[in-house]
């Protein structure tokens, strides 16, 4: 369920009901402050909400100074160990800290900095991983780390609530996924705050998106989680915030530029499709507007399940069609395809209409029609797909007419007899 309470990371609403938020951490040396603010530049430009950046040093925490002035998004200060940071970074000006009450030095520490805080009426993040559990806790870990983990929670919850601090978000990680979803479920069943979803050390770009795709994913299609964080192996932060983001878009969670969808391909495929959806995946990132797009590799199907899609291609040999929400707009040279398309995407970016030329869309049609029918005994995986929908919502027809029918009771027959009892 979404958390009852919010706090504000500068002007970013988390929780309380408000979208789910994209954050990310900078990957450079915080005091290097041209790397940092370019990188941060970079997140920002990607669609990052906040950015985290590592606060180890007292360098790093001059640095803040300047970033928190130039960021163009609220940063977060993220400090292990040492309270002291995390008093300066509050008073650097940060917009939020990030730390772990189980290792910044015992709750009197940790007093101290929700004291400033408060006064300063800056939100914190608190939140312990699986690799952090504080010591009393281990057994318990041994025995249930979904159980361990959650107790962590529950007890820094407990532990800010007595300091008279509640201006805080949540999160509990692990590496481990289904720990993970388990974890946060039973959490957000017992705290009313905001929750930060993470998947601690996910891995590289490919293996850690799956796997966030699949734990955060999951708990967001639950309703769980008011702002994430993608961790990925990569000196670009900007791939955690596209990851984030397609995660929301494909959830519908939230909007934010184009979307991109082909069909897997299959021996029927008219032209080099890899290098086409991957050209138009990129041309795509510099449009603002949530146009969905469509790469057909052959026009078999004719539009079939891309007819909702804003526009979209489908190819054969030596032509192609371009297509918008189910009619066609224009046949084209195969080799113009791509271009063509995206003369189309840029003319609706500026009017924010769809022209269409009636004698063009006629002979796109024409062309279209003829492909369909020269295959139509083709089974195409969306034929089949299609065929196996029917079947299935038919099945599931003649299932409600049996089941509506009225029951007629035999009364000659025994009551272990299993004619006793009949549909009419
Ligand atoms: S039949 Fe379907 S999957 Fe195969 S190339 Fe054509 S559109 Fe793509």
């Not at 995390?86 to 940790?110: F, Q, T």
């Not at 692990?174 to 974890?183: F, H």
């Amino acid at each position: 369920m979404a958390s009852q309470r919010h706090v504000m990371v500068g002007d970013v609403q988390v929780g309380g009901g408000a979208p789910v938020v994209v954050q990310t951490m900078t990957k450079t040396e915080t005091a290097n402050l041209g790397a940092t603010m370019d990188q941060i530049r970079r997140v920002a430009d990607a669609g990052a909400d906040l950015v985290r950046v590592a606060v180890p040093r007292d360098k790093d925490v001059e640095a803040l100074k300047t970033i928190v002035r130039d960021s163009p998004i609220p940063v977060i200060a993220d400090i292990h160990f040492n309270h002291t940071l995390a008093l300066k970074a509050i008073e650097a000006g940060a917009h939020c800290v990030r730390l772990n009450p189980g290792n910044i030095g015992g709750p009197e520490k940790v007093a101290e900095v929700a004291q400033l805080a408060n006064a300063r009426g800056v939100p914190m993040r608190i939140g312990v991983n699986s690799g952090s559990l504080p010591k009393h806790l281990h057994a318990l870990e041994r025995e249930n780390s979904v159980e361990a983990l959650v107790t962590a929670g529950v007890e820094f919850v407990g532990l800010m609530e007595r300091l008279d601090f509640t201006n805080f978000k949540v999160s509990i990680k692990s590496t481990n996924v289904p720990n993970t979803i388990a974890a946060n479920r039973l959490l957000s069943e017992r705290i009313p705050y905001p929750l930060h979803l993470g998947i601690t050390e996910a891995g590289t770009k490919w293996s850690g998106s799956l796997k966030s795709a699949v734990g955060l994913g999951t708990l967001l299609a639950d309703g769980i989680g008011d702002t994430i964080r993608i961790s990925l192996s990569t000196f670009h932060a900007e791939e955690e915030v596209k990851v984030a983001w397609e995660i929301l878009k494909a959830l519908k969670l939230r909007e934010r530029g184009p979307v991109l969808i082909a069909c897997p391909t299959c021996g029927r495929l008219q032209f080099d499709m890899d290098t086409v959806v991957a050209d138009i995946e990129q041309r795509l990132e510099a449009y603002e507007d949530p146009v969905e797009v469509a790469v057909l590799g052959c026009a078999v199907n004719g539009i079939g399940e891309a007819s909702h899609a804003d526009f979209g291609i489908t190819g054969a040999k030596n032509e192609g069609l371009i297509f918008s929400r189910g009619k066609p707009l224009k046949k084209v040279p195969q080799e113009q395809l791509v271009d063509e398309l995206f003369k189309e995407i840029d003319k609706y970016a500026q009017t924010k209409r769809i022209d269409v030329d009636a004698a063009e869309q006629a002979a796109g049609a024409e062309w279209l029609q003829r492909i369909e029918d020269e295959n139509a005994g083709e089974l195409t995986p969306e034929r089949l797909a299609k065929l196996e929908a029917e079947k299935a919502r038919a099945d599931s027809a003649a299932i409600d007419e049996a089941l509506a029918a009225p029951i007629r009771l035999d009364e000659t027959a025994s009551p272990t007899d299993g004619r006793r009892f009949s549909r009419a």
